[in-house]
């Protein structure tokens, strides 16, 4: 079956340390792989894209990798600051290119 | 300005009513969305409609039809609620369905069918 898994259990981590999440899928071939922000009783929020043929991308303190061998991808924020806890989603483009489907999201909680 | 923008933000209704979502957005965007979050926060696509044109519609009860009556508006009707309609339900745009911008959503719309 298709699926898209993210860690479920809330990430914890303290202030200044680098925080990375993990979103694996199961018989997909995704044409991209996008990170959204979502924080409570909001919308998500954009923050990356990644295309197939490419294993890094970086915006300011946010850095994604994408391996469609082991089909994963990994999302770093780097010098965490409390204002980044949120829900992380990760989403792929799959369906003819023209669905984009969302994992469950992980909980990162940043403390002082 | 609010880029993409639902109304009403929160729902409440008795089961067997028919209630109306609606979405606008003044981006330019030709591609709208409705997805809905389901109470354990998953995030499912329900509709896509491009320059007015249905592309998606997934195995979504017929009791749910959304209607576009142009590129910038994207409104969703839902007949006879049930208890399991109770959600959140996001509109969202973007330019093509493959945009390099992502996409962007509305704040949602909370609906609790009582």
């Known amino acids: 079956s298709q699926k898209i898994e993210q860690n479920s259990e809330a990430l914890n981590i303290q202030e200044g340390k680098t925080a990375t999440l993990t979103c694996n899928y199961t018989?997909?071939?995704?044409?991209?792989l996008q990170w959204y922000r979502q924080d409570p009783g909001r919308g998500p929020v954009f923050l990356l894209l990644i295309r197939e043929n490419e294993k890094e991308k970086r915006k300011e303190r946010l850095k994604v990798t994408f391996d469609t061998t082991l089909k994963q991808s990994l999302f770093h924020i780097t010098a965490s600051q409390p204002a980044d806890s949120a829900t992380y989603l990760c989403?792929?483009?799959?369906?003819?290119?023209?669905?984009?489907?969302f994992g469950a999201g992980t909980r990162l909680a940043v403390h002082p | 300005d609010t880029a993409v923008s639902q109304t009403p933000k929160y729902l409440v209704t008795q089961m067997g009513n028919d209630k109306s979502i609606k979405c606008e957005q003044n981006?330019?965007?030709?591609?709208m969305y409705w997805y809905k979050q389901d109470s354990k926060k998953f995030l499912k696509i329900m509709f896509s409609y491009n320059n007015k044109e249905l592309i998606i519609n997934e195995t979504v009860p017929n009791r749910f039809s959304p209607k576009s009556p142009d590129k910038a508006h994207l409104n969703l009707h839902i007949n006879s609620l049930e208890l399991g309609d109770s959600a959140v339900y996001f509109c969202?745009?973007?330019?093509?369905?493959?945009?390099?911008?992502?996409?962007?959503f509305g704040s949602g719309t909370r609906l609790t069918v009582v």
């Open positions: 018989n997909y071939s995704p044409a991209y």
């Open positions: 981006l330019g965007h030709d591609t």
């Open positions: 989403a792929l483009l799959v369906g003819g290119y023209n669905k984009l489907i």
């Open positions: 969202a745009s973007s330019q093509g369905a493959k945009s390099n911008y992502g996409y962007t």
